[in-house]
């Protein structure tokens, strides 16, 4: 089964940015370990749906920013 496109270019644009800063706090351990483990987790799945433009929550929630009228 392929999945299809829901993450539009703005939408992908805001996630890697956030995913960026999530990374660079964890990476500093400036926070406690278990915010660094929940940093990293979370900077990845952002990551993960910029890379594959698909995002399994907006799917869920039948959110589509790719395929805009």
């Not at 703005?10 to 940093?39: G, H, K, W, Y």
């Not at 900077?43 to 799917?59: E, I």
Request: net charge negative; hydrophobic share 55%.
């Amino acid at each position: 089964m392929i999945d299809r496109d829901n993450v539009g270019v703005m939408d992908t644009a805001v996630r890697s940015i956030i995913a960026c800063l999530f990374f660079a706090l964890a990476v500093e351990q400036v926070l406690p370990d278990m915010v660094n483990i929940a940093l990293l987790v979370l900077g990845s799945l952002l990551w993960v749906s910029c890379a594959t433009g698909v995002c399994y929550l907006y799917k869920m929630l039948g959110i589509d920013t790719y395929h805009v009228n």
